[in-house]
């Protein structure tokens, strides 16, 4: 397709006459423009009356953006994403004062942002997305008085966000992220017309300005990934429009009580944090929240008031300092995931998370210093037919595997090991035919192995080691597509297993005692 344009094009070069070209530009490199009638670009003869619009989205150029660009003057939309243009933006884009739309994103445009872009005072969208650009931001970009919706996201910015930037009142989507920026200006919370904010993936320190709290149009903020200190501000609570929360991966201390206001949230992420104290009770506030996200923080305490989240179908509380887990999660029926990993739970596994009838993944693992868990897992447990991972490694549950482990059966993943578990491993466990991980190591399990074993035709990975089993490993072990050779993979080891041990694990049985073996 574009063969045949450029071929048109030279055709119709030789009807019309061709313009002069001056490509290099030889002499001196700051002489005008020669643009008459007509201007080549890209092998195509535009008329520089008539082009009022310039799509080329896709087109694979493999060029430079040209000077000669700057003759279009009656430009109002110029679209060239993804064209595989190379070098810099030049700055006779400062010529093309009529622009309404600037798109110039997936490319591989390189050096800084020329400053006679604020001569682009109609512009209502300039989008650079995903661009190898640098520098600061000029601060011209304040005249673009017009603009609705600007997007930087994906390039190597430095320095702090303009200050300027707080002149755009018109603007409603703001895209930094992926940047280098420094910090926010207190100018931000001037854009009182924006609906979304992404400054995520910079190097933005320092606190976050209380300004923010003006954004009252706000439906989605995301601040994610920088190096922010201090408390969140109470002012966050005036967002009432917010809907998605990002703040993960900072290093923010405090959750202000005044969230509890933002009552059509739906997202709230708070992961990677240095957050202390007990999640305020106005969080019950939130009941519309779907996802609550406060993973790798230094929290201390979740209120009963969690219970009134009934919209909640993501709860990860994982590597805190938890230290009880509450009734009330009990009555979280829309829970599909519930992560409790790594904190220093103690106590037994409530009864009432058997009421989670929609779970999926349940996790109150431990990792070293993690959970301590006793007493053995609630028999309402193995009523959650929907689970496909439980995993409570690492604690100090005690009991029984039951027969009606075989009810889970879209398990992929049961890792119980590292407890103090007694009894048999139930033949009910070949039920678990979608089942990939199966780790019982490490307890006090006895009996013998189940035939039923080779039944679990998906498993990857089977760790039976550290524990009591005897008897003689059944023949249907060899049935698994199993990596027997890797102790990651399969560990058997450290039984009471007795030879002959079945050929695809003869050599693989570790140390075994065979003194009750005939």
Known sequence: MLKNRIL????????????????????????????????????????????????????????????????????????????????EIPSEIGNLTNLVNL?????????????????LTGLTVLDLTSNQLTGAVPSGIGNLQDLERLTLNYNQFTGPIPSEIGGLNNLTELHLYHNQFTEIPPE????????????????????????????????????????LTGSIPPEIGNLNDLTELWLQSNQLTLIPSEMGALSN?????????????????????????????????????????????????????????????????????????L????????????????????????????????????????????????????????????GSIPPEVGNLTNLTFLTLYSNNLTGTLPQEIGNLTNLRH?????????????????????????????NQFSGQVPESICDLDINFDNDYYFYIYNNQLCPPYPYCIEEYVGVQDTTNCD
């Open 339 to 398: 992560d409790l990993t790594s904190n220093p739970l103690t106590g037994t596994i409530p009864s009432e998370i058997g009421d989670l009838s929609n779970l999926t993944y349940l996790s109150f693992s431990g990792l070293e210093e993690g959970n301590d868990l006793t007493g053995p897992i609630p028999p309402e447990i193995w009523n959650l037919t929907n689970l496909t991972d439980l995993i409570f490694f690492n604690n100090d549950l005690t």
């Open 188 to 227: 931000i919370g001037n854009l009182t017309n924006l609906t979304k904010l992404d400054i995520s993936n910079n190097q933005l320190t320092g606190s976050i300005p209380p300004e923010i709290g003006n954004l009252t149009n706000l439906t989605k903020l995301d601040i994610s990934n920088n190096q």
């Open 103 to 119: 798109s110039l994103p997936y490319n591989g445009l390189t050096g800084e942002i020329p400053p006679e872009i604020a001569d």
């Open 438 to 466: 199966l780790s019982v190591g490490s307890n006090e399990l006895t009996g013998s192995i189940p035939t039923e074993i080779g039944d679990l035709t998906e498993l990857f990975r089977l760790g039976l080691g550290n």
């Open 8 to 87: 048109f094009s030279l055709c119709l070069l030789i009807i019309l006459g061709c313009p002069d070209r001056d490509w290099d530009r030889p002499g001196d490199e700051n002489a005008p423009l020669d643009c008459s009638t007509e201007v080549t670009l890209w092998g195509v003869v535009y008329s520089i009356e008539e082009t009022n619009g310039l799509n080329l989205s896709h087109v694979q150029l493999n060029d430079t953006i040209p000077p000669e660009i700057g003759c279009l003057t009656n430009l109002t939309y110029l679209n060239l994403q993804a064209t595989q243009l190379t070098g």
């Open 265 to 337: 949230l739906r997202i709230l992420s708070l992961n990677n944090n240095q957050l202390t104290g007990s999640i305020p009770l106005e969080i019950g506030d939130l009941t519309n929240l779907e996802r609550l996200l406060l993973s790798n923080n230094q929290l201390t305490g979740v209120p009963s008031e969690i219970g009134s989240l009934n919209n909640l179908a993501e709860l990860l509380l994982d590597y805190n300092q938890l230290t009880l887990i509450p009734l009330e999660i009990g009555s979280l029926s829309n829970l599909t995931k």
